[in-house]
């Protein structure tokens, strides 16, 4: 008999267990884990993140920005009064998940977590470890299967009670032609007042020159092109909320009941971010 040739490398052990796609491809959720250090990315995902970093050498600090945001942004939901988050585009697990941080000062906190990267998947269990008085569960979805999505959550979570719809990083991979807009809106549609809608979305208007060559390089190799867009466009997201103070900020900047105060398109993060109620 034969014997079997094994994999003679971590990472062709990794290409192993996810033979279901192709690690030849980078996906966004890999690259952003390799920005923050994180060990779950392959040689495709690093190259295409060097590749970006080679152009935008301030994307290490964007990716942990916006990580902060995330644990401020929950931090300050729970301060509110939330206790149900549907976190989108949840992507690798790392420091301050959704759960973590609400449930830290919210035993009884729930969370949905939805994303469509087999890798992530795999990391469900990671995700899952909820207190015992709350509840986390996973939703392996497209952000654009709105109905699937809230069909889903609605086993987990109470739409009759408000919810968190937090979409970090994620809308800029939604082309025009899908409507982003539309998704949101339809999110928010299904949630009661006292719901808040937390967006962080990269910026075209902000150091325009650089944004527009990386997105070209990085819409060559990924398999989510990316959609930068300016400050009026992911406003509009906000349509029919009432924006927490500062309001629209570059990423970095957004401390609740803080001043949006002036910022350098050519400094700045370029990345908005922002947290809205419904009213």
């Known amino acids: 008999m034969t014997e079997q040739a094994q994999p003679d490398t971590d990472e062709d052990e990794e290409a192993t267990r996810f033979r279901g796609f192709d690690t030849s491809v980078p996906h966004p959720a890999r690259i952003y884990d390799y920005w923050l250090g994180g060990k779950d990315n392959f040689a495709a995902d690093r190259q295409a993140a060097e590749q970006i970093l080679a152009a935008m050498p301030f994307m290490r600090e964007l990716s942990r920005a916006n990580r902060m945001f995330l644990a401020t ?36 906190a729930r969370i949905v977590y939805v994303d469509n990267d087999p890798i992530v998947l795999s990391h469900a269990q990671a995700l899952l470890s909820s207190t015992p008085e709350g509840a986390c569960e996973y939703l392996d979805a497209d952000a654009r299967d709105t109905e699937r999505i809230l069909e889903h ?31 949101v809106s339809r999110l928010m549609e299904a949630l009661p007042s006292g719901s808040y809608l937390a967006i962080s979305h990269a910026a075209s208007d902000i150091r325009a020159a650089a944004i527009e060559a990386a997105a070209r390089g990085y819409n060559a190799n990924s398999s989510a092109a990316i959609t930068a867009r300016p400050r009026r466009a992911i406003h509009h997201f906000f349509d029919g909320l009432d924006l927490v103070p500062p309001g629209l900020v570059p990423l970095g900047g957004w401390t609740p009941g803080g001043t949006a105060g002036a910022h350098s398109p050519e400094t700045a993060l370029p990345s908005y971010s922002g947290v809205a109620r419904k009213p």
């Open 73 to 108: 942004a929950v931090h300050y939901l729970v301060q509110a009064g939330v206790r149900q988050f549907l976190d989108i585009g949840t992507g690798l697990p790392a420091a301050n998940n959704t759960h973590e941080v609400a449930q830290r000062e919210a035993k009884d």
């Open 153 to 183: 959550a609605g086993r987990t979570l109470d739409f009759g009670k408000p919810v968190a719809v937090t979409m970090l990083a994620i809308l800029h991979f939604i082309p025009d032609a899908d409507r982003p807009h539309a998704i």
